[in-house]
């Protein structure tokens, strides 16, 4: 056993070691002024070495881009200078929509990455398209996959652009002190990736192949300053708000209203860490929650969206299994259940965060909340706590720490004594290999709460190999009946699991198809308590085809088992007899098509058909886009699920329907309406918000919000409006 173990970790310090880069771009320092106008007309431009010679990822990765991109870069001891050409066919381009912080997919875009740690997993992402938009997010995880973007956070900088008739001029200057580095450096390492959508091109300065993400910060070249980078002192920011807010419960008949003040406060502390702190948060700007047809017995994950807990993000969340035992969740924060077990809001008093690289190796993150007390509700005031150590192994793996805390902080006759705390302490290390074939993730946690003895690990190991033609992962995890994560995300306990995955990649050189693949993904549940009885397992074959034009085709075959321990109802109805106790087996097929996005109209449908627990099920998704560049763009979203179960089970059909309308009026001004009705939540819902963005990033969002019962009647359920007003000041 220890020569296995010993062999093992052999394995994972080989593949770990050091990256090889064969590009660089030399960055030459000024000591002039630089107007940002996209001309480009000072002398010193023309002396600054380009980086050109742009490769094709898609359709190709063997060809060099036939619209190729000149980036040249220059500073001086505040900003950084960028100039960038973009060749092109014509100046006709695709730009959906003139909102700040727009996708890359779907528009003609160039984008450049700056990885300052030179460490390979984390990245400052900036990026424009011809019109001048801009946007700029952070990459964390290596780029593996795109759950490792952050595209809430934003910066102050400067972008303007001009359109010719074949090409067209960017000009940025990013303020140093938008990045964080080691003050004294000479090298950062670099790639950028050009969106070449109007004439279905996609291309990298890095020859990157086309099995990896165009992002993946595996693959960066070097850019080399003439002379060490000085400390930039980064300005503080004050961010106060002011949001007042009128509504109506008509459930109740109980009409509301709330004033509120409060703000964030940002601190860089060295070059390298940020320092956040918030007082009275409010987070009622924040996109309504897109509302899903849940037909399974576990929670629905939704996205975190308040920025405070953002940046950095990957510190504190990036731990476990991101889909069954995820131990910091922070939507936890601020959210509570009452005395009926009902999630209602817990307003948060204040928060502090300091988050960043001690050095170029070390990252550390601590977070700190604390909550209100609810007495009516039966809600304690709590301690929420999170510290993590994150240390840089070989070339872009990284060994993690993480310790979890939330605590009442005062004792109250309704609190049970398991609720007074809990506790996680956990190890995670995270595998990637210099060229990204071998990536893997493997953790062990353990939970501490009241009287809890046994039972109470969780633990997992991934590894995945990723070539052109094979992608294979080995991997699973085993969760205690005992393990809690009070901050976390835990579908379920008591489970030993694996999740194996075997695909084949085929490359036809003619043909409408670029790619298509075979996978086959046995999914095996146990629970141990039980003598590791088999609770579930689901084993998904698919066969998937990507085309020349950006559409994609998707069949897939489920083979499922599941036993319930419970009874339950799929659907949902009042007062309908459940299934029972006991074991089904059932299986279903899929098909996925999704049109080319590049064009005005682009859709995509996927029907199901087949057996569902003792029953049948066939559902059909559909989703038709509307694109009128650059002002508007619309989307409807159809979900369907069609439930028949033998007598005396119920039937039922579920309709789930959303609309989105998005107008950007200009670069500043922008309404946004989404329109949901959900039949198995009994309620249709209306949330338009307009925004003015009167400087930069500081906004007035107007809100108006309305909610109504759909089963009997259709009546009014809750209503209201609210106003907010926040102001970024730079010191």
Known sequence: ?????????????????SQTTSKSVHVKYIDEPIT???VLDEAVWSKAQPATNFWQIFPTDSLQAKQQAEIKMLFDDNNLYIGIKVNSSGNEFIIPSLRRDFRAFGNDNVTLMFDTFNDGTNAFIFGSNPYGIKREMLLSGGGTDVRGFNMAWDSKWLCEAKIHKDYYILEWSIPLSAFKYREGETKWRFNSYHFDTKDNERNTWMNIPQNQNIFNLAFMGDMIFEKPLGGSKSPISIIPYVNTLVGKDYETDESSSDFKLGGDAKFTIGNSMNLDITLNPDFSQVEVDQQVTNLTRFEVSLPERRQF???????????????????????????????????IENDIIAGVRLSGKLNNNLRIGILNMQTTEDVANEIPTTNNAVLTVQQKLFSRSNLSLMFINKQATKDYDFLATENKYNRVLGLDYRLASKDNTWTGRYYFHKSFSPNVKSQDISTGAATEYNSRNYNVRLSGLFIGDNFRSDLGFIRRTDVFKINPQFERNFWPKKGRIQKHSLAIIPIFIWKPELGFENSDYTIISR????????????????????????????????DAIPLPIGDYYYTSYSVEYTSNRRNTIFYSLSPSIGKFF???????????????????????????????LPDPYPNADIFLIGSRVDVTFNEKLFWATFIQYSSQRDNFSVNT????????????????????FTDNVFAPRVRSFNVKLTYWLNI
């Open 543 to 574: 066969w998937e085809a990507d085309f020349n034009n950006t559409s994609n085709l998707e069949v897939e075959m489920f083979n499922r088992f599941t036993h319930l321990y419970e009874e339950f109802d799929p659907t949902d109805t009042d």
């Open 309 to 343: 807990f953002i940046e950095n993000s990957d510190l504190f969340a990036d731990f476990g299994d991101r889909r069954d035992a995820n131990p910091f969740f922070s939507r936890r924060i601020g959210i509570a259940n009452d005395a009926d077990d009902n999630s």
């Open 1 to 17: 056993m220890k020569k296995l173990l010993s062999l093992f970790f052999l394995f994972l310090i080989t593949i770990g070691f």
């Open 614 to 644: 003792n029953g049948e099920k066939y559902s059909m998704r559909a989703d038709l886009n509307l694109r009128l560049q650059p002002y508007f763009t619309t989307s409807i979203q159809l979900n369907y699920d069609k439930i028949n």
């Open 689 to 708: 918000r307009l925004q003015w963005r009167f400087a930069p990033l500081s906004d007035l969002f107007i809100v108006y919000n309305d909610n109504y």
């Open 36 to 38: 940002v106008d996209a």
